[in-house]
T-cell receptor
Framework: NAGVTQNPKFQVLKTGQSMTLQCAQD?????MYWYRQDPGMGLRLIYY???????DKGEVPNGYNVSRLNKREFSLRLESAAPSQTSVYFC?????????????????FGPGTRLLVL | AQSVSQHNHHVILSEAASLELGCNYS??????LFWYVQYPGQHLQLLLK??????LVKGIKGFEAEFIKSKFSFNLRKPSVQWSDTAEYFC???????????FGAGTTVTVRA
């Protein structure tokens, strides 16, 4: 049981290049998330997918697109990378059961992808 | 989106000292509250959470947090820290039935042996 895995671990891009960050979870969770972590700003939600077949914007979606390929996989794409997208990107998953917890289930995080855009 | 404020950016302590990290949020309705921790080189992981019941919650590694609704606060405490508690700590909030988390900026805790 690997939990949440992310690829690649590190990437250097030039301004204007594109890339896709991969995320997969093997816990059969229905919700998946992409965050970016910047010094002094905590984690900010880029996009999320509450269930297979749905995606929604988070707090900082500009410059990104996502695909929920199936229940396991949720990818993040940078179409034209900019230096402002230099960050550490985390994927997370959650099995929200609804009902009495109201979303209080734990989110499980991947190891992160460090991206440098020159 | 609701905002989450963590009062301290960096805390430096000696082993056996007590730790308290402040967290306040801005949303006035029902919320779920979390503390996550990121040890050096590791994934973020859940330390503890509150979504109903006893406002004093206990988590892993001797941590606890108290939800004070009137103060919109969820402060994290540990009576006696160890060197292994060196990490970054994040407070997070989600509005009831909304599955998005809002995180605070994080507090880096350095424990000196």
């Amino acid at each position: 049981n690997a939990g949440v895995t992310q690829n690649p671990k590190f990437q250097v891009l030039k301004t204007g290049q594109s890339m896709t960050l991969q995320c997969a979870q093997d816990m059969n969770h229905n919700s998946m998330y992409w965050y970016r972590q910047d010094p002094g700003m905590g984690l900010r939600l880029i996009y999320y997918s509450a269930s297979e077949g749905t995606t929604d914007k988070g707090e900082v979606p500009n410059g990104y697109n996502v695909s929920r390929l199936n229940k396991r996989e949720f990818s993040l794409r940078l179409e034209s990378a900019a230096p402002s997208q230099t960050s550490v990107y985390f994927c997370a998953s959650q099995n929200h059961a609804g009902g009495t917890s109201g979303g209080g289930e734990t989110q499980y995080f991947g190891p992160g992808t460090r991206l440098l855009v020159l | 989106a609701q905002s989450v404020s963590q009062h301290n950016h960096h805390v430096i302590l000696s082993e056996a000292a007590s730790l308290e990290l402040g967290c306040n949020y801005s949303y006035g309705g029902t919320v779920n509250l979390f503390w996550y921790v990121q040890y050096p080189g590791q994934h973020l992981q859940l330390l503890l959470k509150y979504f109903s019941g006893d406002p004093l919650v206990k988590g892993i590694k001797g941590f606890e947090a108290e939800f004070i609704k009137s103060k919109f606060s969820f402060n994290l405490r540990k009576p006696s820290v160890q060197w292994s508690d060196t990490a970054e700590y994040f407070c997070a909030v989600n509005v009831w039935a909304d599955y998005k988390l809002s995180f605070g900026a994080g507090t880096t805790v350095t424990v000196r042996a």
